[in-house]
C-alpha cells in the first residue's frame, strides 16, 4: 500500500462512527494511535486534521505536543498551546523547547518576553545572554559571575554568556583560582584544564602542580615539595591529604600531624581536612575518631552525627553525653538522638528512671529506635495502622480529574515511563489530603511502589495496606520453608529492595524483587544445577525469590545465624560486613548498627528490622522478636 493510499485508509478508519468502533474512548484510542502513525510518517496536513478529532480525549496534548516540539517555528500555535494548555505538563516541557529555539534564531526579544525565572541552567544563561544582547550587558556579565563559581561543567548553551565574561574585565584572577579549585574538589579535572587556560603563566605552573598532586597526592611526601615557594603551597598540600584520606586515612593522618606546620594553612582549611581525617577514622570504626572530631566546632550535621558516633565506637558514655549536648536543640528531639540520650542515661548517669520515660515515650514509634526502646523496657512492639480514611466516591472523583485520567489512558496504551512522569506531575499538585487519596488510588490500581512513594510524599505513615503490600505471598511462604526462614525476613527484604516491583532494575543493575545481580544469579544457579540462560530470568518472581531465600540463607550461615550482619551483608556484602565486626570484645547491635560505616547500609539494616517485624503483624505470625534478631554482635 503506496503512503496515498495509507492515508486515505485512515481517514476512512477516522470517519468511521462510534458504534462501528466500540465505545467513544475505545474509538479515541484508535484514533490516537493512527494520528501517531501520521506522526511518525510526517504526514502533517494528515496528523492536524486527525488530532483536530481528539480535542476531547486525555492524551490530546501529550499528541499535539508531540507534533509542536519538532515545529517550533509555529509561534501562533505554541503559544496558543501554552496558554489553553498551561496546566499540563506538556505546556512546561513545550516552552523549554521553544526557548531554546528562540535563542538559537537570536530571537532575543521574544525570548525575553517569554522567559520566567528557572533553575534550568541552559535556560539561565541563555536569558543573561539575552539580557547582554539587548544593551543589559553590564547586568549580565555579574550575572555570569555567579553561575561560573561552580565546580561542575555547564551547558554549552552557556558559552557565548561566559566567552564574554572571560574577555571582560570582570574575570579576575581570584575567580578564576575559585573555580579552578572548586573544580578540583568534584574531581572535575577536565574543567580544571579548562580553567587553567585563563591564568597567567606562573599561575599556570601552580595549577600544574595542584594538577599532578590531585592525580598523585603522594607527591606531598617528597622533600622538594616543601621546598617550592608559593603562596598556595599550604592549599595544595590540604588537597593532597584530602584526596590521600580517601583511600589511605593512616597515611594521610600521620603527613598531616607531622608535616601541616611547615605550611601557611588558613584555619577553615585546616578544619576541612581534621574533619575529613576524624570521619575518616569513623568510617573505619577506628577509636580514634572521636579525639579528632571532638576538637572541631559542630558546624554540619554530618559532623555532629559523627561525633556521637565515634564516642559510640569508644563505647565512652561520657564522650556520648558530649557528643549529644553539641547537637542543635532540634536535632536533640528526634527520635534516633532520644534514643541514645536514654541510653546514656541508664550507662552513664545511672538515672534509670529519667531512661525509662523517654524508652517509654520512644517505643510507640516504628523505626528502629522505637523497636529497641520497646526491648529496653521489655514492652512488645507496638504496630499502628491507621488506614487512609475516604469520603464516599473520593476516589472515583479523583480518577476523573483531568491528569489522572491521562495517567490512565497512557497506562492503558502501555506508555509506562509517561504514566510515571504523568502522575508525579499530577502529584506534586495536590494537597496532603488529596495525596492520600491518591496513594489509595495507586493502591486500587495495583500500583504498589508507586502508591507506597505517593503516601510517603502525602507524609503519612500509618496506612500499613499501601505502606506494606502483601504480594507474591505463597512463593514467598514456599521459599521461606525451603530455607527455614521466617516469610516476614523475605518480605521485609523485598520491601526494602524494590518496593515489590518485579520489574525493579537498580543504577548498578540488581534485578527483580530481591535486587539479584546477574553475576550473583548465575552463582546461583550453578549451585543449585539449575541451566542459567540470560539475566532475564531474575525477572521471573518465583526464580528471584528463591535465588534470593537462597542467598540470604548462606548470608545467615556465614554469620552464624545473626540476623542485622545477613542483612548488612545481603546490602554491602558479607567482605566488608566481616571487616566492621570488632576484633576483641563482643558489641551491643545497636551500638554495631548505629556505627555501620556507609549510611545507605546503616539505613537499609534498620529499614529491613523494622519492616520485618511490620510484615509479622502483616501476616499475622509471631515467631520473630527485637531480642532474637538483635543479640550482641560478637567478635570476628
Not at 176 to 192: T, V
Amino acid at each position: 500500500m503506496n503512503f496515498r493510499h495509507f492515508y486515505l485508509f485512515l481517514l476512512l478508519l477516522l470517519s468511521f462512527p462510534p458504534l462501528v468502533l466500540g465505545s467513544r474512548l475505545e474509538q479515541q484510542r484508535n484514533q490516537f494511535l493512527l494520528a501517531e502513525k501520521l506522526l511518525e510518517k510526517k504526514a502533517d496536513r494528515a496528523f492536524l486534521a486527525a488530532s483536530e478529532t481528539l480535542r476531547d480525549y486525555p492524551l490530546y496534548p501529550y499528541l499535539y505536543y508531540q507534533w509542536l516540539k519538532d515545529h517550533l517555528e509555529q509561534s501562533d500555535r505554541i503559544s496558543a498551546f501554552l496558554l489553553h494548555y498551561a496546566d499540563t505538563r506538556y505546556a512546561d516541557l513545550l516552552k523549554t523547547k521553544w526557548l531554546h529555539y528562540l535563542a538559537r534564531k537570536e530571537r532575543w526579544l521574544d525570548f525575553l518576553q517569554n522567559y520566567q525565572p528557572s533553575d534550568n541552567t541552559s535556560l539561565r544563561c541563555q536569558y543573561y545572554w539575552a539580557s547582554y544582547k539587548t544593551g543589559q550587558s553590564l547586568l549580565a556579565l555579574n550575572e555570569a559571575k555567579n553561575l561560573w563559581l561552580t565546580g561542575d561543567s555547564l551547558p554549552e548553551e552557556c558559552e557565548p554568556l561566559l566567552t564574554a565574561l572571560t574577555l571582560s574585565p570582570l574575570l579576575t584572577s581570584e575567580l578564576i583560582w575559585q573555580r579552578f579549585e572548586l573544580a578540583l574538589m568534584k574531581d572535575n579535572q577536565a574543567l580544571a584544564d579548562y580553567v587553567q587556560r585563563f591564568m597567567d603563566k606562573s599561575d599556570q605552573l601552580t595549577a600544574a602542580l595542584w594538577l599532578q598532586v590531585h592525580n598523585r597526592p603522594q607527591l606531598i611526601q617528597d622533600s622538594s615539595f616543601k621546598q617550592k615557594s608559593d603562596k598556595r603551597l599550604g592549599r595544595i598540600f590540604a588537597h593532597g591529604v584530602d584526596r590521600m584520606a580517601k583511600e589511605s586515612p593512616d597515611l594521610a593522618l600521620l603527613i598531616w600531624d607531622s608535616e601541616k606546620t611547615y605550611f601557611a594553612i588558613e584555619p577553615a582549611i585546616a578544619n576541612k581536612i581534621e574533619r575529613r581525617l576524624g570521619i575518616a577514622l569513623g568510617v573505619k570504626k577506628d577509636i580514634r575518631a572521636y579525639s579528632r572530631l571532638g576538637q572541631l566546632p559542630g558546624l554540619d550535621p554530618e559532623l555532629r552525627e559523627w561525633k556521637v558516633r565515634s564516642a559510640l565506637l569508644e563505647q565512652n558514655w561520657q564522650h556520648v553525653a558530649e557528643a549529644l549536648n553539641g547537637l542543635t536543640p532540634e536535632e536533640q528531639q528526634e527520635t534516633r538522638w532520644q534514643y541514645w540520650q536514654a541510653r546514656t542515661l541508664r550507662n552513664n548517669q545511672g538515672d534509670t528512671q529519667a531512661a525509662q520515660t523517654i524508652f517509654n515515650n520512644l517505643s510507640e514509634d516504628r523505626s528502629i529506635y522505637g523497636l529497641l526502646a520497646a526491648k529496653a523496657v521489655n514492652k512488645p512492639f507496638k504496630v499502628i495502622d491507621r488506614p487512609v480514611n475516604l469520603a464516599a466516591n473520593e476516589l472515583e472523583t479523583l480518577a476523573q480529574d483531568k491528569d489522572f485520567l491521562t495517567v490512565k489512558e497512557l497506562d492503558v496504551l502501555n506508555r509506562k515511563m509517561e504514566m510515571q512522569r504523568q502522575w508525579w506531575y499530577a502529584i506534586k499538585k495536590l494537597s496532603r489530603e488529596k495525596r492520600m487519596t491518591a496513594a489509595k488510588l495507586a493502591q486500587y490500581w495495583r500500583w504498589d511502589q508507586i502508591a507506597i512513594i505517593t503516601l510517603v510524599k502525602a507524609d503519612y505513615w500509618d496506612d500499613l495496606s499501601i505502606r506494606f503490600p502483601i504480594n507474591h505471598l505463597l512463593p514467598v511462604q514456599a521459599n521461606a520453608e525451603r530455607q527455614d526462614l521466617d516469610p516476614a525476613v523475605i518480605l521485609g527484604l523485598i520491601r526494602q529492595e524494590s518496593m515489590l516491583d518485579i520489574n525493579a532494575k537498580s543504577s548498578v543493575g540488581a534485578l527483580g524483587l530481591m535486587q539479584i545481580m546477574p553475576k550473583t544469579g548465575k552463582q546461583i544457579a550453578l549451585e543449585l544445577n539449575e541451566k542459567w540462560q540470560s539475566e532475564d530470568k531474575l525477572y521471573n518472581p518465583d526464580v528471584n525469590l528463591r535465588y534470593g531465600a537462597y542467598y540470604f540463607k548462606q548470608l545467615l550461615n556465614r554469620f552464624n545465624g545473626h540476623f542485622a550482619l545477613a542483612v548488612a551483608a545481603y546490602n554491602a556484602g558479607p567482605t566488608r560486613v566481616s571487616k566492621w565486626l570488632p576484633s576483641i570484645l563482643p558489641v551491643a547491635a545497636d551500638i554495631w548498627i548505629e556505627t555501620i560505616p556507609f549510611k545507605e547500609t546503616r539505613k537499609y539494616v534498620m529499614s529491613v528490622l523494622s519492616y520485618t517485624l511490620i510484615y509479622q503483624y502483616r501476616i499475622h505470625s509471631n515467631q520473630l522478636n527485637i531480642n532474637h534478631l538483635l543479640p550482641d554482635i560478637q567478635p570476628g
